[in-house]
């Protein structure tokens, strides 16, 4: 008999220390991604991102929780656009924010029909869609008197927007956990940085989100990016600490080792005379830059200085 109630009683006590562990994990990324690239500031009035899928769930959760403990005072308002996509439950965000007791504002502007018009049949309607919904949330945050935009990009999503850029677009160019708006009158911060998406789902299932679907609108995510996030994961199960590892690279540029002009002198460039102990080991077949999994293992900690 004792041994049936237990049971139970075991898995219950293991959710609770794996929930825990979790949340303890996510709030120190989400804290570390602030305090490494200075992304919040006394008096800031940040506008979260909210578009009902996990990602921007989670950062609002966890911002909510961290401002408790905040050294410094800030405001957070949530902002949805509602893109008048067909079956887009618009009850939802508002039940769950009333409910967390966050200030909020909806945006209603129907953008889906203007995509719909513009994008051809078959064609992915994404990214038109996302400039159209980058204006309009450069608007609202302006009427809003935001001085920061927070969206729930997460690690993997740096890391495959680099990729693509290297397979697709001939740049090392990624996505910036800050970044100033191409409006030029707003800054941007991606406090999710360095977490993974597998926490996120796994604390959107332990926290219950009211996930609303992202394919409401019919369209597909592009398909090369679709492959590379398969990609990524892939390498993550074989390789543990891989997207860790590209991701500490994007905070450990070398420009004397790439190729770029505009970066390094290589044109001019001459002999100094001067041995320099940490400087090119242009035959060493063992460079350092190949990760071990000793190295996998190291947290996330990117030198900005
Ligand atoms: S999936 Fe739909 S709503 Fe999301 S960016 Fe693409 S077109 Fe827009």
Same mark, same amino acid.
Request: aromatic share 6%; with cysteine; hydrophobic share 40%.
């Given at each position: 008999?004792?041994?049936?109630?237990?049971?139970?009683?075991?898995?219950?006590?293991?959710?609770?220390?794996?929930?825990?562990? +979790?949340?303890?994990?996510?709030?120190?990324?989400?804290?570390? !991604?602030?305090?490494?690239?200075?992304?919040?500031?006394?008096?800031?009035?940040?506008?979260?991102?909210?578009?009902?899928?996990?990602?921007?769930?989670?950062?609002?959760?966890?911002?909510?929780?961290? #401002?408790?403990?905040?050294?410094?005072?800030?405001?957070? &308002?949530?902002?949805?656009?509602?893109?008048?996509?067909?079956?887009? *439950? !618009?009850?939802? +965000?508002?039940?769950?924010? #009333?409910?967390?007791?966050? *200030?909020?504002?909806?945006?209603?502007?129907?953008?889906?029909? =203007? &995509?719909?018009?513009?994008?051809?049949?078959?064609?992915?309607?994404?990214?038109?869609?996302?400039?159209?919904?980058?204006? =309009?949330?450069?608007? &609202?945050?302006?009427?809003?008197? !935001?001085?920061?935009?927070?969206?729930?990009?997460?690690?993997?999503?740096?890391?495959?927007?680099?990729?693509?850029?290297?397979?697709?677009?001939?740049?090392?160019?990624?996505?910036?956990?800050?970044?100033?708006s191409d409006d030029g009158r707003h800054v941007v911060i991606r406090p999710l940085a360095y977490v993974a998406e597998?926490?996120?789902?796994?604390?959107?299932?332990?926290?219950?989100?009211?996930?609303?679907?992202?394919?409401?609108?019919?369209?597909?995510?592009?398909?090369?990016?679709?492959? =590379?996030?398969?990609? +990524?994961?892939?390498?993550? @199960?074989?390789?543990?600490?891989?997207?860790?590892?590209? +991701?500490?690279?994007?905070?450990?540029?070398? *420009?004397?080792?790439?190729?770029?002009?505009?970066?390094? *002198?290589? #044109?001019?460039?001459?002999?100094?005379?001067?041995?320099?102990?940490?400087?090119?080991?242009?035959?060493?077949?063992?460079?350092?830059?190949?990760?071990?999994?000793?190295?996998?293992?190291?947290? =996330? @900690?990117l030198d900005l200085g």
């Open positions: 008999m004792n041994s049936v109630t237990e049971l139970p009683l075991r898995d219950t006590r293991k959710q609770a220390f794996e929930a825990n562990k +979790l949340s303890k994990k996510l709030h120190r990324q989400v804290g570390q !991604a602030i305090a490494d690239f200075n992304m919040v500031e006394a008096g800031d009035k940040i506008m979260v991102c909210l578009s009902g899928g996990k990602d921007s769930y989670a950062l609002l959760d966890i911002l909510l929780s961290l #401002r408790e403990r905040a050294p410094v005072d800030f405001e957070l &308002v949530a902002v949805n656009l509602d893109q008048k996509q067909p079956g887009f *439950p !618009a009850d939802v +965000l508002p039940r769950y924010l #009333r409910e967390r007791g966050v *200030p909020f504002h909806i945006e209603d502007q129907d953008t889906y029909s =203007i &995509v719909k018009k513009l994008v051809p049949e078959g064609q992915t309607m994404c990214s038109l869609c996302s400039r159209l919904r980058r204006g =309009i949330l450069y608007r &609202v945050a302006s009427e809003l008197g !935001a001085t920061k935009i927070a969206l729930g990009h997460h690690r993997d999503d740096m890391v495959v927007t680099l990729l693509m850029n290297m397979f697709f677009g001939g740049r090392m160019k990624g996505m910036p956990p800050k970044l100033a597998t926490d996120l789902e796994r604390w959107a299932e332990h926290r219950q989100f009211p996930i609303i679907p992202c394919t409401l609108c019919g369209s597909q995510d592009d398909l090369q990016r679709v492959q =590379i996030r398969a990609m +990524l994961r892939d390498w993550e @199960r074989q390789y543990p600490g891989r997207s860790d590892n590209m +991701l500490r690279a994007m905070g450990h540029v070398v *420009p004397s080792h790439l190729m770029d002009g505009k970066l390094h *002198p290589f #044109r001019t460039l001459k002999a100094t005379g001067i041995a320099d102990p940490a400087g090119d080991k242009a035959f060493d077949a063992d460079d350092d830059g190949c990760a071990t999994p000793a190295a996998a293992a190291v947290p =996330i @900690r």
